[in-house]
């Protein structure tokens, strides 16, 4: 039975859950054994370049005594080697698993699932990981009641420097928030329930960090970029505008926040979603634990904290001029501003302060198209006014919320002035057509690593493409300085640190470079577009597979550039270790129809558009 939109709210939050039901046993285990396959995951790919490489450079495996939390959620679980296996039906299931993450976080589940079993039905004596597994939820889930009574406080999170930029030697970084393993269990799931008791109300404009639709689908960038194609093809003159926000996360103002979660929870109880006390609680308690002016601004004064890090000192980048002088000259000084990146509340949080400027922007004319992706929006219409308009509302909109923008600038003349409009990320409302009619034509827009023209056409945004290629160039000299490359980017005792020949080293660049690009792909299913073959690039960007024969010339070319790239890393790679002596073991030789195999269209980037 098909439900219309309401009937399907309706229907929904009958079964939907209370704030408690969340933190059950399944619902716990379920999130540490994501984050334990997480761990796993990191540690293999140190393992790999430790099995490259006898160099100290690749001894990364060994565990800080200080990483409190891995010690804690390895204990929950059993050693890897004593984790259920799958069957044979769930290993060759292709819709069931993206990426081997899921294909852990299944093993791990069975393992529990087992002993539960085994405990629970046959008398079996619990293991001792089993039992500290059962005490970390009843802690959890105690916590979680201590909100109520007030007895809880999230812990401060750790904040680390992410490389954002380095230009002329001065480093940026965004501030990543790390809370405690209870702390991230206790808020991912909380964001669950948020996200799907607030997602009601939410326009469908919105398409980040969404719940799953009627349609069982969770919505994703891909959609949103559908539905400009749609828009455009039903509209052929069209005026387009974009408008980014300046830091967003970092400049969420608390106590204004605060006022729209509370007048959002008044609006949900109107339509039967009662938001529980503890979770009002538990919101405020996320806030408190993390402000960007209190918790991350000191540091750019402490050298030593960035050398403790790890990383050449820099410094957080912030607005702090922009907001005191749009605002106030205590603004900063006289609220708490900024909530952690990293964190799914987080996530939850730009949908919740953006909602009310959605709804403003689609108030503005009944054909107005409009998308936002987090903090990243365009709009479009048939007529420029109108246009304007809706641009004028959703930056008054911004400004009631206390937050920034980069201001919208007109253009003129693309074809001689590109690089202008691409390096400015704001742009007032500019006829979306072709460049050679008229000099206020701009034949682009660009949303969410997309580049589209007015024929419709898709390529990859240029710093997509760079940031990928940056990528493979990493991964190669991640295998370089395994094997000791030296400051002065020499390979002098390649043969003492090698643990494998020449062929082995570079098969397994070649390996990992294929992972990243296209996935987990065989000779047997690389024809296959359900795009199910696990985390990569081509994945990200696989609308590039709906452009027609004719349209693929564009993004075709940025493909084949990729291609290129990757087989310049693998030469290159020849290349540094080309005087590498090492008898290969006969246990680890490679089968001889792979010496010279060639890894060609079936494995590439280019075989995408195919």
């Known amino acids: 039975m098909y439900l219309n939109q309401n009937e399907y709210y309706v229907h929904v939050l009958f079964f939907m859950k209370q704030l408690e039901d969340y933190y059950r046993d399944s619902q716990i285990i379920k999130m540490l054994c994501k984050h334990r396959a997480g761990i796993s995951h990191k540690r293999h790919k140190k393992h790999m370049l430790r099995d490259i490489s006898y160099h100290n450079n690749t001894n990364k495996i060994v565990v800080s005594t200080k990483d409190v939390d891995f010690y804690t959620i390895q204990s929950l679980f059993p050693t890897r080697r004593n984790w259920k296996k799958l069957n044979q039906t769930e290993r060759l299931d292709p819709n069931r698993f993206t990426n081997s993450l899921e294909k852990n976080e299944l093993r791990l589940w069975k393992s529990y699932k087992l002993e539960k079993y085994l405990v629970d039905y046959k008398n079996k004596k619990p293991d001792e990981w089993y039992i500290r597994l059962l005490v970390f939820c009843n802690k959890i889930r105690q916590k979680v009641n201590d ?27 965004r501030p990543i928030a790390k809370f405690t393993l209870e702390d991230k269990i206790i808020t991912s799931l909380f964001s ?35 539905e400009i194609l749609k828009y455009r093809k039903k509209y052929r003159k069209l005026w387009v505008s974009e408008c980014d926000i300046q830091k967003f996360f970092d400049t969420v103002q608390h106590e204004h926040l605060l006022s729209i979660f509370k007048k959002t929870v008044d609006e949900l109880s109107l339509k039967g979603v009662v938001i529980s006390n503890t979770a009002i609680k538990l919101f405020s308690l996320f806030l408190n634990s993390y402000s960007f002016n209190e918790d991350v601004l000191i540091k750019n004064n402490d050298v030593n904290y960035f050398k403790s890090c790890g990383v050449p000192v820099g410094e957080f980048g912030w607005v702090k001029d922009e907001l005191t002088k749009k605002y106030s000259k205590d603004y ?27 709804k403003d922007v689609k108030d503005v004319n009944k054909d107005i198209f409009y998308v936002r992706y987090c903090d990243d929006m ?61 000099d206020r034509n ?33 991964e190669t000299q991640k295998i ?5 490359l030296d400051k002065q980017r020499n390979l002098l005792d390649i043969s003492k640190f090698s643990r ?11 390996q990992r470079l294929i992972s990243m690009s296209v996935g987990r792909l065989t000779i047997y299913n690389y024809e296959e577009t359900d795009f199910s073959h696990g985390l990569c690039w081509t994945n990200g960007f696989h609308l590039l597979y709906k452009n027609s024969d004719i349209k ?53 980037y280019f075989n995408h558009l195919k």
């Not at 682009?444 to 940056?470: A, C, P, T």
């Open 378 to 438: 365009v709009l479009a219409h048939k007529d420029e006014e109108v246009c304007k308009k809706a641009l004028e509302v959703y930056k008054k909109g911004i400004n009631s919320n206390f937050l920034l923008y980069h201001e919208p600038q007109e253009f003129r003349d693309y074809k001689n002035s590109a690089n202008d409009f691409w390096n400015v990320k704001s742009k007032k409302p500019y006829y979306w057509g072709n460049k050679f009619e008229n």
């Open 192 to 226: 669950k329930y948020l996200t799907l008791n607030f997602d009601s109300i939410f326009l469908d404009c919105s398409y980040a960090f969404r719940a799953r639709n009627k349609e069982n689908i969770v919505p994703n960038h891909h959609d949103s970029i559908i």
């Open 332 to 358: 900063i000084s006289k609220f708490k501003i900024g909530v952690p990146q990293g964190n799914a509340v987080s996530c939850f949080i730009a949908n919740l302060i953006l909602h009310n400027i959605d």
């Open 147 to 173: 909100i109520s009574l007030d007895k809880y406080k999230l812990d401060k999170p750790v904040i680390f420097p992410l490389p954002k930029s380095n230009k002329g030697g001065k480093h940026v970084y």
């Open 552 to 604: 693929k010339n564009l993004s075709k070319k940025q493909l084949q550039k990729l291609d290129k790239g990757r087989e310049q890393q693998i030469s290159y790679l020849k290349r540094r270790i080309s005087h590498l002596k090492k008898d290969s073991v006969v246990i680890d030789e490679l089968p001889k129809y792979m010496d010279d195999l060639y890894f060609g269209v079936p494995y590439s």
């Open 500 to 510: 494998k020949t020449k062929s082995q080293i570079v098969f397994s660049l070649e």
């Open 442 to 474: 701009i034949p682009w827009l660009s949303f969410v690593g997309y580049q589209i023209n007015y024929k419709g056409e898709l390529r990859v945004r240029k710093s997509s493409l760079q940031k990928e290629m940056s990528k493979q160039i990493n």
């Open 480 to 484: 370089l300085l395994s094997l000791g």
